[in-house]
């Protein structure tokens, strides 16, 4: 018999030693992987609105994105008003236009009437995206205040649309997909 295909060789003690040696080396390898790939344990990384187009992970990147934990739905602040926030704070003036006005014209709605017949539209979400600011459930590196108020009046109030950079349009779906995607408003 051939010693070059005998069993002895090819399946002797000597073999074993380079399988384990292999298999030793992609055991170690195997951690580094899911350190890399893991999200934080009690909330999501959540990214501004250009960033979520492309969710640069690279080196430059680091520390440029926020946290958002617990965050709530709209139709989890419907049902509980969060007491830190007064129950009579106006939808206007703060998102501006004069949807969601009284009959009158003058007076606003409160954020939660709004919010109580408007938790699936875009009213509801940026209410929800407020509210979760407010309460420190997402981080100002994610979003601030002042990007709701934009979203809102871009979307809602001028033009139809936001763009987060140049060239890109979103519409009143789009921004409710990126507060839902990005954990700055809860899942539903």
């Known amino acids: 018999m051939n010693e070059q295909n005998s069993p002895e060789t090819t399946q002797g003690p000597h073999a074993n030693v380079g399988r384990r040696r292999f298999l030793g080396k992609g055991a170690m390898v195997a951690p580094a992987v899911l350190t890399l790939a893991s999200q934080p344990a009690l909330g999501v990384t959540c990214f501004t609105p250009s960033r979520s187009l492309s969710k640069n992970t690279s080196a430059s990147q680091v520390g440029k994105d926020g946290q958002c934990a617990n965050t709530k739905s709209p139709a989890d602040y419907s049902s509980a008003w969060p007491s ?9 003036p703060f998102f501006s236009g004069s ?90």
């Not at 830190?84 to 704070?89: E, S, W």
């Not at 408007?118 to 979760?132: D, E, F, K, P, R």
């Open 99 to 188: 949807l969601h006005m009284k009959t009158d014209g003058v007076t606003s709605k409160t954020m939660k009437a709004v919010l109580s017949t408007n938790q699936s539209t875009l009213a509801g979400y940026v209410i929800a995206a407020y509210l979760n600011i407010t309460l420190g459930l997402v981080d100002s590196k994610a979003l601030k205040l002042t990007d709701i108020q934009t979203m809102w009046t871009k979307t809602s109030v001028s033009g139809g649309f936001f763009e987060p950079t140049a060239g890109v349009k979103w519409f009143a779906a789009d921004v409710i997909n990126y507060l839902k995607t990005n954990g700055i408003v809860g899942p539903v």
């Open 84 to 92: 830190a926030v007064p129950t009579n704070t106006k939808f206007h």
